[in-house]
Structures are given as structure tokens and as C-alpha cells.
T-cell receptor, first 113, second 116 residues
Framework: AQSVSQHNHHVILSEAASLELGCNYS??????LFWYVQYPGQHLQLLLK??????LVKGIKGFEAEFIKSKFSFNLRKPSVQWSDTAEYFC???????????FGKGTSLLVTP | GAGVSQSPSNKVTEKGKDVELRCDPI?????LYWYRQSLGQGLEFLIY????????KSGLPSDRFSAERTGGSVSTLTIQRTQQEDSAVYLC??????????????FGPGTRLTVL
């Protein structure tokens, strides 16, 4: 069975700090990878996704993630966070042949001014 | 364009009552999913509909949960004899017809269910 692990449950950063949120998964086959974000009071929105090709993917709002197949990882990064990045971030994995998203438990990010 | 919509946004019910939660997917999306977001459990897959095919109900936690999708569009998730552990946010998502596995799921705002 697939599992998704997000290492940091709560992260607090000052504005302009760099961000890296870890995500590891366990699955032996080909996967599709996603990062979703949930801003306070809003619904889940797609930040970025990886299906194939360049393992470094860029998403909205300056976020990027790198797929490292050998490490089963898909870490999310942003060079300089803003207060408006305060949100909950979810990593999700889907088997390429499947359809159900398997989510990590989420990381709550608080960016302080 | 319009996104996935869900109703009601909040539902408070008493233990033992039945509830129905509604989802309107994005127009033209053939796939529809239900997930549950609860404290401590994160987001869990419940059920998947694809067009007119039989749904995948493998994620439903008990036989008190059922879902249907009428006319390949609107879906209703029904929970019978609700229990306190059913309290959660129920999320619906839809995705366009599959094309080379590039299907992305678009989520609605969810229904927050509280069972007293």
C-alpha cells in the first residue's frame, strides 16, 4: 500500500526566509506527485504537480518541487516566503495507473512578519 | 469558470440521524471523488466515480456510507445513523476525462459535518 510522509507538522518562519517541506512516499511503481495548499478558510488548491519529464517542477506563487526518484522524495521549496504563504501544505501521491490521491498528514506553515 | 461546489457548507446533526451531502463537479469533468478530512487522520479517499462505470467504493469506512452520482454529474454522499467519529470535513473533487494520466483533481470547499 502507498504511504506518504510529511516530516514537518508545524513550521514557523519569518518573512523572506527560505522554505523546504519534506515529502517521502512508499510505492514501487510509477507515480504522479502533487503539492496542494489550503489557505485559511479556503479550499484545497493545486500548487504544482509532477507526472514525467524534468524532475524540477515549478508551480504557482514561486513554489517549486524536486522529484528525486532514488530517494522517493518530492520536497517543496520556496526561496523567500511571504506572510501570505501561511497555510497548510499537503503532499499527495497517485499511482500512475490509479486515481485515488494518497495524502500526507499536512504541514502547517506560519509566516511571521 | 465555476469550480466544484458542495452543499451544505456546514451540517450539524444528532447521533443516529442520516445526512446527505451534495457535490456539483466542474462541468465536463467525468471523474468525481469523495474524500474525508478529519483531525488526526488527514485526508482519506472514500469513493470514486468515472463516467457511467461502477464506482470504486473501496475507501468507504463502513456500510453506513453510500454515494451515488446521477446523470454522470451531481453526486450525493449519504451517511446513515451518524456517529460522532463521522465528524469531519467531506471534500469532493472532480477531474477531466483522462488523457495520458495528466488528470488533476480540483477540490470543492467541503462540507463540515459535526455529529453531536
Amino acid at each position: 500500500a502507498q504511504s506518504v510522509s510529511q516530516h514537518n507538522h508545524h513550521v514557523i518562519l519569518s518573512e523572506a526566509a527560505s522554505l523546504e517541506l519534506g515529502c517521502n512516499y512508499s510505492y514501487g511503481g510509477t507515480v504522479n506527485l502533487f503539492w496542494y495548499v489550503q489557505y485559511p478558510g479556503q479550499h484545497l488548491q493545486l500548487l504544482l504537480k509532477y507526472f514525467s519529464g524534468d524532475p524540477l517542477v515549478k508551480g504557482i506563487k514561486g513554489f517549486e518541487a524536486e522529484f528525486i526518484k532514488s530517494k522517493f522524495s518530492f520536497n517543496l521549496r520556496k526561496p523567500s516566503v511571504q506572510w501570505s504563504d501561511t497555510a497548510e501544505y499537503f503532499c499527495a501521491v497517485k499511482a500512475n495507473s490509479g486515481y485515488a490521491l494518497n495524502f500526507g498528514k499536512g504541514t502547517s506553515l506560519l509566516v511571521t512578519p | 469558470g465555476a469550480g466544484v461546489s458542495q452543499s451544505p457548507s456546514n451540517k450539524v446533526t444528532e447521533k443516529g440521524k442520516d445526512v446527505e451531502l451534495r457535490c456539483d463537479p466542474i462541468s465536463g469533468h467525468t471523474a468525481l471523488y469523495w474524500y474525508r478530512q478529519s483531525l488526526g487522520q488527514g485526508l482519506e479517499f472514500l469513493i470514486y466515480f468515472q463516467g457511467n462505470s461502477a464506482p470504486d467504493k473501496s475507501g468507504l469506512p463502513s456500510d453506513r456510507f453510500s454515494a451515488e452520482r446521477t446523470g454522470g454529474s451531481v453526486s450525493t454522499l449519504t451517511i446513515q445513523r451518524t456517529q460522532q467519529e463521522d465528524s469531519a470535513v467531506y471534500l469532493c473533487a472532480s477531474s477531466p476525462p483522462r488523457a495520458g494520466s495528466t488528470d488533476t483533481q480540483y477540490f470543492g470547499p467541503g462540507t463540515r459535518l459535526t455529529v453531536l
